[in-house]
T-cell receptor, first 112, second 111 residues
Framework: EDQVTQSPEALRLQEGESSSLNCSYT??????LFWYRQDPGKGPEFLFT???AGEEKEKERLKATLTKKESFLHITAPKPEDSATYLC?????????????FGAGTQVVVTP | NAGVTQTPKFQVLKTGQSMTLQCAQD?????MSWYRQDPGMGLRLIHY???????DQGEVPNGYNVSRSTTEDFPLRLLSAAPSQTSVYFC??????????FGNGTRLTVT
């Protein structure tokens, strides 16, 4: 059975204090791994898609990496506006496109 | 560009009542889906559609019905609401091989 586990559940950072979020996954065949950001009262907002081990994507202070068993979301020198819940999701073969399996998320709070 | 629009934003139902959660997208996306989000759990797929006239069940379909008569709309029907259906419901859409775009959710409470 496909599984996605995110850790830690919550993370409190000082502004400028870099850290990493983990997403461990178990799937029969990975079609894609997705990172989303979710603000309170809003829907998830797409950040990155990773397709194969060794791939990396960057956007501002965020960098996502992928291995065969896990993905990391690195937050470099975070600012208070990076406070959000970060969701990881996987899509596995042979599922139809869009059938994502989500982790429970990591809630990040960045204090000034 | 409105994106994915969900209505209503909030709803309170009594056990046994029925209702329809509306979802509309203006991006001409083929793929649409419904997820529910509960505290401490990841988003879970209820139903999805790969195009007008085609729907299929996700991970937690019991108690919900869907139909897709147009590309733009994908309503979710609760047949007889139960307290276990208290949740936040998200609709999403995408092109094939593209990321999902989510609406801002409907918060449903069943008493």
């Amino acid at each position: 059975e496909d599984q996605v586990t995110q850790s830690p559940e919550a993370l409190r950072l000082q502004e400028g204090e870099s850290s990493s979020l983990n997403c461990s996954y178990t799937v029969s065949g990975l079609r894609g791994l997705f990172w989303y950001r979710q603000d309170p009262g809003k829907g998830p907002e797409f950040l990155f898609t990773l397709y194969s081990a060794g791939e990396e994507k960057e956007k501002e202070r965020l960098k996502a990496t992928l291995t065969k068993k896990e993905s990391f979301l690195h937050i470099t020198a975070p600012k208070p506006e990076d406070s959000a819940t970060y969701l990881c999701a996987v899509q596995a073969y042979p599922d139809s496109w869009g059938k994502l399996q989500f982790g429970a998320g990591t809630q990040v709070v960045v204090t000034p | 560009n409105a994106g994915v629009t969900q209505t209503p934003k909030f709803q309170v139902l009594k056990t046994g009542q029925s209702m329809t959660l509306q979802c509309a997208q203006d991006m001409n996306h083929e793929y649409m889906s419904w997820y529910r989000q509960d505290p401490g759990m990841g988003l879970r797929l209820i139903h999805y559609s790969v195009g007008a006239g085609i729907t299929d069940q996700g991970e937690v379909p019991n108690g919900y019905n869907v139909s897709r008569s147009t590309t733009e709309d994908f309503p979710l029907r609760l047949l007889s609401a139960a307290p276990s259906q208290t949740s936040v419901y998200f609709c999403a859409s995408s092109y094939p091989n593209s990321p999902l775009h989510f609406g801002n959710g409907t918060r449903l409470t069943v008493t």
